[in-house]
């Protein structure tokens, strides 16, 4: 049994990263600001959730504030850390990016910086997809060049995923970046784009489809990334990066046909160009993944979204 510190436990990945791993008779520390980037009361009742475990205990904080970090290291035995904290969203980076250089390099460099002093066990983070920006080889590689970001966010991972080389080399610091592709999921983020369809579909509103639908996602569902997480969490590399993909990239307008079938709603589509930041596809390798971290994808995207309009409509009690 370990002491895992797990910061953004609110949030939607780390939330079913922590439940997961309370579930397996694990110690979680979380960490959140709880910010208003979206509904803070699907922060909330994701933490009370996560709260009904006795080995969960909740710091409320800022990642960039040294000593909201530092608090939580010195009064725990923290065995590894799981840092998901990030400000996310491409295009979020264009309205505001002091956000971005705050938590995702501010915050990631506290974070490591007393990991490394802490001598934690294990360094796990999120990267992202976005970080392949506009490279024309597909599927991404992890040994694909991703030095020409296309937005803030993106190079703010980059960022990251550098800094994490250097804590390994210099210091023998264990980290392991995860690069996610397009999660989704029951619990998910309102402004992702498969629940901006579903509700507005559900209030007879149109939908904004950028690049005229000619988007191609790999669209990987929670559970999948969750067992992806935990296999990284339990290995003993000293330094890798990993794609988590579901493996079977599909078309938006694939996925829109799909929420319209699970809500028995047509669809009013506005198609617009492709956003500032945005690419028109990502798909990803398999085999470095498959082979280093036996991980493999399970879930289909039309079981996916089933089960992401499912839990939609009980959490806002929809009848239909």
């Not at 703010?156 to 250097?166: G, M, P, Q």
Request: proline share 4%; no cysteine; glycine share 4%.
């Amino acid at each position: 049994m370990a002491t895992i510190l797990i910061t953004w436990t609110s949030g939607f990945i780390w939330f079913h990263t922590a439940k997961k791993l309370l579930e397996q008779w694990e110690v979680i520390i979380g960490f959140d600001n709880e910010n208003d980037y979206y509904d803070v009361n699907l922060k909330i009742a994701r933490r009370k959730e996560l709260e009904k475990f006795s080995k969960f205990t909740f710091y409320k904080g800022n990642l960039e504030n040294l000593d909201d970090v530092k608090k939580v290291f010195e009064e725990n035995q923290i065995d590894k850390v799981l840092n998901l904290a990030a400000q996310a969203g491409v295009r979020y980076s264009l309205i505001n990016p002091f956000a971005y250089i705050q938590s995702n390099l501010v915050g990631f460099h506290n974070i490591i910086e007393l990991s490394k002093q802490y001598k934690i066990k294990n360094f796990v983070y999120a990267s992202s997809s976005s970080v392949y920006g506009n490279n024309k080889k597909q599927p991404f590689s992890v040994d694909d060049s991703v030095d020409h970001p296309i937005s803030l966010y993106a190079a703010t991972k980059k960022s990251d995923e550098l800094i994490a080389h250097s804590y390994s080399h210099l210091f023998g610091l264990p980290t392991i970046g995860l690069r996610f592709f397009t999660v989704y999921g029951p619990r998910g983020r309102p402004d992702m784009a498969m629940l901006i369809f579903t509700s507005k579909m559900l209030n007879w509103e149109p939908i904004d489809v950028f690049n005229n639908g000619k988007m191609r996602r790999d669209f990987t569902y929670i559970d999948d990334i969750v067992s992806g997480i935990i296999k990284a969490l339990n290995s003993d590399f000293i330094y890798e990066i990993f794609n988590l993909w579901s493996d079977h990239p599909v078309d938006l307008e694939y996925v829109i046909s799909l929420i319209e079938k699970n809500l028995w709603k047509k669809a009013t589509k506005n198609y617009l160009p492709l956003q500032p930041g945005d690419v028109p596809e990502t798909s990803a390798d398999i085999k470095h993944t498959t082979e280093k971290l036996w991980w493999k994808p399970q879930f289909e995207v039309e079981k996916g979204i089933e089960n992401l309009i499912n839990r939609y409509k009980n959490f806002y009690n929809i009848k239909q």
